[in-house]
């Protein structure tokens, strides 16, 4: 089955600094490639998702890419805000989105003031 | 528009009772996924609903837990017998066809 992998398991920037974080995949059928943002008691948030026919998506201060010959994507917030601050998930799928995502291990981002 | 629902948001068991954890999907969504959490860990796959149907319960485990998703009303997870291993946060999401997951808030499950 697939398994997601996913760097680094925390992260610390300060506040208008760009944050990164890395994600490897490797079931070579997964197509659907969404990111989540996990904030303290809350459910996962989707913020942003790409398809395997993009290589990469920007919706305001966040993007992702994805490189399916390496199997891995990214995701990068510029700009970063304390309310971005939170475990960032991301998450791979064989479906055209949704179905059964496997998901990395989660990245802990605290964006300092 | 509601989002997914779930109840209740924390639950407490003692080792041996039976755990019903509930969710009710977004309106329009006819797909129901659960996710299992641990502290400090990604999201684990359980199973997959579509009304009346279990499509994939790969990640269910084998004994003690099922999951249903009848005609009318919510989706049930249920875990009989729980045991400290059970306590975790449960997550449900739903979707449309092949359309993006959305997650509820979660039931945080802690056994005694």
């Known amino acids: 089955g697939e398994n997601v992998e996913q760097h680094p398991s925390t992260l610390s920037v300060q506040e208008g600094d760009s944050a990164v974080i890395k994600c490897t995949y490797s079931?070579?059928?997964?197509?659907?490639f969404p990111w989540y943002k996990q904030e303290l008691g809350k459910g996962p948030q989707l913020i942003i998702d790409i398809r395997s026919n993009v290589g990469e998506k920007k919706d305001q201060r966040i993007a992702v890419t994805l490189n399916k010959t390496a199997k891995h994507f990214s995701l990068h917030i510029t700009e970063t805000q304390p309310e971005d601050s939170a475990v960032y998930f991301c998450a791979a799928s064989r479906g055209n989105a949704g179905n059964m995502l496997t998901f990395g291990g989660g990245t802990r981002l605290m964006v300092k003031p | 528009n509601a989002g997914v629902m779930q109840n209740p948001r924390h639950l407490v068991r003692r080792r041996g009772q039976e755990a019903r954890l509930r969710c009710s999907p977004m309106k329009g969504h006819s797909h129901v996924y659960w996710y299992r959490q641990l502290p400090e860990e990604g999201l684990k796959f359980m199973v997959y609903l579509q009304k009346e149907n279990i499509i994939d319960e790969s990640g269910m485990p084998k004994e003690r837990f099922s999951a249903e998703f009848p005609k009318e009303g919510p989706s049930i997870l249920r875990i009989q017998q729980v045991v400290r291993g059970d306590s975790a946060a449960y997550f449900c999401?739903?979707?449309?066809?092949?359309?993006?997951?959305?997650f509820g808030s979660g039931t945080q499950l802690s056994v005694l």
């Open positions: 079931d070579s059928a997964s197509n659907y």
């Open positions: 999401a739903s979707s449309q066809v092949n359309e993006k997951l959305f």
